[in-house]
């Protein structure tokens, strides 16, 4: 019992002493393209190379392309991959 209190209160500790950096540094918390177009910052990600329309029309192509469920994954168990 006196291990997990320890452990659960170096992670409390933790978890207070992150929140803190970022309440007084006043960075956003970083993400990937998704995070930031979820803050709304309208800025584009380092993946795109600063071209937001990359990110436009590779998600058009992906949707034209019609990609069926079954594409998405495959069985690993089975020497055919289906």
Same mark, same amino acid.
């Given at each position: 019992?006196?291990t997990?209190?320890?452990?659960?209160f170096?992670?409390i500790?933790?978890?207070? #002493?992150?929140s803190v950096?970022?309440?007084?540094?006043?960075k956003?918390?970083? !993400?990937?393209? !998704?995070?930031?177009?979820?803050?709304g910052?309208g800025?584009?990600?380092d993946?795109c !190379?600063?071209?937001?329309?990359?990110?436009?029309e *590779?998600? *058009?192509?992906?949707?034209?392309a019609g990609?069926d469920a *079954?594409?998405l #994954?495959?069985?690993?168990?089975?020497?055919?991959?289906?």
């Amino acid at each position: 019992m006196g291990t997990f209190l320890l452990v659960l209160f170096i992670v409390i500790l933790l978890v207070a #002493a992150m929140s803190v950096g970022v309440i007084f540094g006043r960075k956003p918390i970083s !993400g990937t393209c !998704g995070g930031i177009g979820a803050l709304g910052l309208g800025t584009s990600c380092d993946i795109c !190379g600063g071209n937001t329309q990359k990110c436009k029309e *590779e998600n *058009e192509r992906r949707d034209q392309a019609g990609v069926d469920a *079954e594409d998405l #994954a495959y069985d690993a168990t089975r020497p055919d991959g289906r």
